[in-house]
């Protein structure tokens, strides 16, 4: 097997747990629009602080997020590089399973083009 390049597993494996939540993917596309205090990121799901202080760990955790303290807020900034590492993961398995299904298409039309014309079987 091809051996990436990118993060070390612990790191991706934060990366896709962090993602494995729909709360912790919204606060991401959150602060894709730029930086939100904890508040702010915890207000659409109605959570307490220390709720959401919990799935920001998360996100601190896999590299996703960098928080600052500016007095009693807590802001949060997206970090992009971890998402970068998920996405060049994914993107050498796309493309194995498309040349395998390249593969298996091009066997599929040898079958057909051997089968008798007008033979619906």
């Not at 990118?6 to 896709?16: E, G, N, Y």
């Not at 919990?54 to 007095?71: D, N, P, S």
């Not at 997206?78 to 994914?90: G, K, M, N, S, V």
């Amino acid at each position: 097997m091809v051996e990436l390049h990118p993060a070390p597993a612990p790191r991706l494996d934060a990366v896709f747990h962090a993602l494995g939540d729909a709360t912790r993917r919204h606060m991401l596309r959150d602060l894709a629009g730029g930086q939100r205090s904890v508040g702010e990121l915890a207000a659409p799901f109605e959570m307490s602080l220390a709720a959401a202080s919990k799935h920001i760990k998360a996100l601190e955790k896999a590299g996703l997020v960098r928080r600052e303290v500016q007095g009693r807020t807590h802001i949060c900034r997206l970090e992009t590089r971890p998402l970068e590492d998920a996405h060049e993961w994914i993107a050498f398995y796309e493309s194995f399973w498309s040349r395998r299904l390249d593969v298996l298409e091009g066997l599929l039309r040898q079958d057909d083009a051997k089968l008798p014309k007008g033979d619906d079987q």
